[in-house]
């Protein structure tokens, strides 16, 4: 009887242990899985939250349009940005996919400067998605009462985001002038430039021409805006041309040829709605200076400007 009972005495005891056993391991497998799953959890779900991004400083941002402001610039061209878009190159091309249409007139406006009252317009179109687009630009002067004198510059260009700010832009030109005397002449040219914001946001267009025939000009403008109030905005905008061959039927000397300074303030009723007032200043230099007086014509001109800026 006392081997029988100590017999099942030792049973219990192993059956005890056993369990003890299976619960540890039990307890251990649980810790692990809880270990896990908390390592796996991203940062800012556990209890302490995560800290705040710190917004990332200009050009640094991904882009959605080419290079300005929120209309896209003087041609829509600029650069601005739209935060929590994602970056990389499947989402260029997922976003290049659409296509979309942009006009803006940035100049339409006449000059009291001269006696024959010039209108001039300045406008530019494109059609495309954030990387890619096809730019048309259209530049004329044509006076409303007397005169024969009308220039008249139109762009067609292909532009390629090339870094969040900067665009570059390949095409043709085509150049018409008629002067006092003499007829329309026309020429066509190869268009090399950038556009885009440079620091302080100032918009710039560098732009090279060629012509088939081996004539070489050089073009920049800027401009900027300083808002006084949410509506009423100043806009400097300063511009210089220069060749590097003579080209007497467009009043072209080598060297610096003209430069043109003006700023304008406006009153944006609604955004895309903008009638200005402003001054405006041009200059030709040089030897152009003496080809325009040669032709009868003023080699500056320099008055009050009033005009309207629309964009669709």
């Keep these: 009887m006392s081997g029988l009972a100590g017999t099942r005495t030792g049973g219990c005891a192993l059956r005890g242990a056993t369990r003890q056993v299976r619960r540890r391991r039990a307890w251990a497998a649980a810790a692990a899985l809880l270990f896990a799953a908390m390592a796996a959890r991203p940062a800012g779900a556990q209890g302490t939250p995560a800290s705040p991004s710190t917004p990332a400083p200009p050009g640094t941002e991904p882009p959605t349009r080419i290079t300005g402001d929120t209309t896209g610039g003087r041609s829509g061209r600029v650069t601005g940005q739209s935060h929590g878009q994602g970056t990389g190159p499947a989402h260029g091309m997922m976003m290049d996919r659409t296509r979309r249409v942009f006009l803006l007139t940035e100049v339409l406006e006449i000059a009291s400067g001269e006696s024959a009252l010039p209108i001039t317009l300045d406008g530019t179109g494109w059609i495309g998605g954030d990387y890619h687009r096809v730019f048309l630009n259209v530049d004329a002067e044509q006076p409303t009462r007397g005169g024969r004198e009308i220039d008249l510059r139109g762009d067609v260009n292909y532009g390629r985001l090339v870094s969040p700010f900067w665009s570059a832009l390949v095409g043709v030109r085509v150049e018409s002038r ?21 620091p302080g946001w ?81 200059r030709r230099t040089g030897g152009s200076a003496g080809l325009a007086r040669a032709a009868g014509e003023s080699d500056r001109t320099a008055g009050l400007v009033a005009g309207v800026r629309v964009w669709r």
């Design 178 to 198: 008629r002067g006092e005397v003499g007829p329309l002449r026309t020429r066509g040219l190869l268009h090399f430039g950038m556009e885009g914001l440079a």
């Design 202 to 282: 100032f918009t710039l267009e560098p732009s090279l021409y060629v012509s088939p025939t081996g004539q070489v000009s050089a073009r920049i403008a800027g401009t900027t805006d300083f808002l006084l109030t949410q509506r009423l905005i100043v806009q400097p905008r300063a511009e210089l041309h220069a060749v590097v061959q003579r080209v007497p039927e467009f009043l072209y000397a080598p060297g610096l040829t003209d430069a043109e300074l003006g700023v304008r303030l406006r009153y944006e009723f609604r955004r895309d709605f903008a009638p200005y007032v402003g001054l405006s200043w041009f």
